[in-house]
């Protein structure tokens, strides 16, 4: 199946500072998800990109997906201690397979 | 909407023992995904199903494990003579369409693995 690598595994910030992970493919990706997943708690969807170039935003975050389709980068402007959490990105797995590969994710933790 | 459900949320069994997994589904979610999380690490697919169906199994060990989703009621992942290294996080997901109809996942709150 499709492999992704999400860079960095852990970012420590301040709070007030910005945050950005990063998914990379080595092949074309049909599509891209993103998830949350607090501490302690489960994932939760948050967006999936489909065009080339394409630019979503859900207040404080911006989702982009790369014009070659290839890399995703999920940017927190202004991070809070509600954002901490560990974010990864997921794809679609093509052929027989129908279901979702995650990344390995990016643990975030927002210092006061 | 009460979201999938997932029981129990936390199980403690000995080495050796049997432990069966529920997840309910999300209202009107025909399609079920188990997958496992270690602690500190990624979701790791594990079985794929519809009812009474298993669509795909590719990322279920070749022994000790099973997984169901019969015609009524829940869907069931057994593991049958656990081991330590079968500690971990299960989560379920439920999805309206097939993933590749461009719904994310809606995930249970897991059903956290302890094995003594």
């Known amino acids: 199946g499709q492999q992704v690598m999400q860079i960095p595994q852990y970012q420590h910030v301040q709070e007030g500072e910005d945050f950005t992970t990063y998914c990379n493919s080595s092949?074309?990706?049909?599509?891209i998800q993103w998830y949350k997943q607090r501490p302690g708690g489960h994932p939760v969807f948050l967006i999936q990109l489909v065009k080339s170039g394409e630019v979503k935003k859900q207040k404080r975050l911006t989702f982009q997906f790369g014009e070659a389709k290839k890399n995703s980068s999920l940017h927190i402007t202004a991070t809070q201690t509600t954002d901490v959490g560990t974010y990864f990105c997921a794809l679609f797995s093509s052929g027989s397979a129908r279901q979702l590969t995650f990344g390995s994710g990016t643990q975030l933790t927002v210092l006061p | 909407n009460a979201g999938v459900m997932q029981n129990p949320r936390h199980l403690v069994r000995r080495r050796g023992q049997e432990a069966r997994l529920r997840c309910s589904p999300m209202?009107?979610?025909?399609?079920v995904y188990w997958y496992r999380q270690l602690p500190e690490e990624g979701l790791k697919f594990m079985v794929y199903l519809q009812k009474e169906n298993i669509i795909d199994e590719s990322g279920m060990p070749k022994e000790r494990f099973s997984a169901e989703f019969p015609k009524e009621g829940p869907s069931i992942l057994r593991i049958q003579q656990v081991v330590r290294g079968d500690s971990a996080a299960y989560f379920c997901?439920?999805?309206?369409?097939?993933?590749?109809?461009?719904?994310?996942?809606?995930f249970g709150s897991g059903t956290r693995l302890t094995v003594v």
């Open positions: 092949t074309t990706l049909s599509n």
């Open positions: 209202k009107g979610h025909s399609h």
């Open positions: 997901a439920s999805s309206p369409l097939g993933i590749d109809r461009g719904y994310g996942y809606t």
